[in-house]
Nanobody, 120 residues
Framework: QVQVEETGGRLVQTGGSLRLSCVAS????????MNWYRQAPGKRREFVAG???????TYSDSVKGRFTISRENAKNEVDLQMHSLKPEDTAVYSC??????????????WGQGTQVIVSA
């Protein structure tokens, strides 16, 4: 079993910065990927950024150049550094670990999410 926990969400002003952290624990296998998603009120969940255990990163167009994802494999931790925040970045940010488990089954493990509010 795997547990995923996000921290760092809070209220921040437009133009400000914030760092979110996500830690996974339990039965974790490599290779894997850890991804950040967000869901704003009344909207569908969307992909924000992702990073593989080999440090390959991907970003959504809406955050490219403003957000940076990084990970420390030894701690199974992934951080999302967010700069130049906008009100439209307001959302619940969730972290997910994706891995292939013994037997070949792919699984996603999700955290509960952390709320980010960007005030205008």
């Amino acid at each position: 079993q795997v547990q995923v926990e996000e921290t760092g969400g809070r209220l921040v002003q437009t133009g400000g910065s914030l760092r979110l952290s996500c830690v996974a624990s339990g039965s974790i296998f490599s290779p894997n990927a850890m991804n950040w998603y967000r869901q704003a009120p009344g909207k569908r969940r969307e992909f924000v950024a992702g990073i593989t255990s080999g440090d390959r990163t991907t970003y959504s167009d809406s955050v490219k150049g403003r957000f940076t994802i990084s990970r420390e494999n030894a701690k199974n931790e992934v951080d999302l550094q967010m700069h130049s925040l906008k009100p439209e970045d307001t959302a619940v940010y969730s972290c997910a670990l994706t891995q292939t488990e013994p037997g070949g089954t792919g699984r996603d493990y999700w955290g509960q999410g952390t709320q980010v509010i960007v005030s205008a």
